[in-house]
């Protein structure tokens, strides 16, 4: 009973990722709006009722391919972090830029569903939530240990934040203990100047523009480094 449970659950776990690769194709031709089950059954060979046992319906598949690009960003961010001396404070965070650039670059479609213009009609569940604060997660850490070592002394060039912003630097402030709404606020700063340069990159904003793109980028994230103060 136990061997055929397991023999039906890799057969399902096969099926459900040579899905979700069909689907992947379909976003590079097509878009998130023209995603279609339908579509993916008949490049697969199935019928289309057979399809919906995996997937009910259209935005549950469009979940599963923001849940498994979240966290792929995710675990490149990691893997780059955990490749860095743990005192390395500006190196950790310029080799997690790199990663966030480098899979947007190799992932273009999968980067736009996860960072480019809602789907209409689609509403993220909570299942994503997790998948995607994975990143957030590892800059939050590198700025809570830079301040706990005494390498984190942003410059004096921005004015104090509103008192109006105090409760959201609260929540925020979850993946950085302790430190200032001065520092959460320059967080955000540069985790959205991070996405903003890519963005820009991957979508056409600096084309016939910007020629040598990885070396603006690298000062980019310099000078973002600098501005919230981290330090070496």
């Known amino acids: 009973m136990n061997a055929s449970r397991t023999a039906r659950e890799r057969v399902r776990a096969e099926l459900i990722q040579e899905i979700t690769t069909i689907a992947r194709r379909q976003l590079a031709t097509e878009g998130a709006s023209g995603l279609s089950l339908r579509a993916v059954a ?4 199935m019928v289309s009722s ?3 046992r995996y997937f009910p319906s259209r935005d549950d598949l469009l979940t599963a391919l923001i849940v498994d690009g979240y966290n792929a960003v ?5 893997r780059a972090d955990a490749a860095c001396p743990r005192d390395d404070f500006t190196g950790r965070w310029l080799a997690v830029c790199r990663a966030v650039r480098d899979w947007a670059l190799a992932h273009p479609h999968e980067y736009a569903l996860l960072y480019g213009s809602p789907v209409p009609g689609y509403q993220a569940p909570v299942d994503t939530i997790a998948p995607a604060t994975r990143d957030t997660a590892v800059f939050g850490a590198i700025i809570a240990e830079a301040h706990r ?7 004096p060039v921005c004015p104090e934040p509103p008192v109006a912003i105090a409760a959201d630097a609260e929540a925020v402030r979850a ?6 709404d001065d520092v959460v606020a320059r967080a ?13 990159e991957l979508f056409g904003q600096f084309d016939n523009v910007i020629t040598h793109r990885a070396e603006l980028f690298e000062h980019n994230m310099a000078c973002l480094a600098a501005f919230i103060g981290l330090t070496g």
Do not use: K
Request: no cysteine; hydrophobic share 45%.
């Open 149 to 155: 070592a005494g390498r984190l002394s942003p410059p």
């Open 42 to 45: 008949r490049d697969m060979g």
């Open 188 to 200: 955000i700063t540069i985790w959205t100047g991070l996405y903003g340069i890519v963005n820009f």
């Open 175 to 180: 993946l950085m203990p302790d430190v200032s």
């Open 74 to 78: 995710g675990e490149v961010v990691e």
């Open 50 to 52: 057979a399809i919906y």
